[in-house]
Nanobody, 122 residues
Framework: QVHLVESGGGLVQAGGSQRLSCVAS????????MGWYRQAPGKQRELVAT???????DYADSVKGRFTISRDNAKNTVYLQMNSLKFEDTAVYFC????????????????WGQGTQVTVSS
């Protein structure tokens, strides 16, 4: 089994910064894409950013220029650096990791973290 643990959430004032971390552990052969999603009160879960194993990053328009996603493949860790935070960024942030399981027939599957609360005060 593969388990994800997020950390770094908390309370921050508008204009401030926060850094989230997500560490994958367990029976890991290959991690493909990694990403961050968020769910604000009364809204659906949405994509924030993704990053490929080679480091290609994509962002939601709402966070471009403010957030940076990165990964450390040796540590099975993905990060989300959040700068110039706005009230609208308040949400539960979830880590998402895609893995390849080569044994048996071979297949890809994804794993979700438990989520970490980020609250931006105005």
């Amino acid at each position: 089994q593969v388990h994800l643990v997020e950390s770094g959430g908390g309370l921050v004032q508008a204009g401030g910064s926060q850094r989230l971390s997500c560490v994958a552990s367990g029976d890991i052969f290959v991690i493909n894409d990694m990403g961050w999603y968020r769910q604000a009160p009364g809204k659906q879960r949405e994509l924030v950013a993704t990053i490929s194993i080679g480091g290609k990053a994509d962002y939601a328009d709402s966070v471009k220029g403010r957030f940076t996603i990165s990964r450390d493949n040796a540590k099975n860790t993905v990060y989300l650096q959040m700068n110039s935070l706005k009230f609208e960024d308040t949400a539960v942030y979830f880590c998402n990791v895609w893995l390849f399981e080569p044994r048996g027939l071979g297949h890809e599957y994804d794993v979700w973290g438990q989520g970490t609360q980020v609250t931006v005060s105005s």
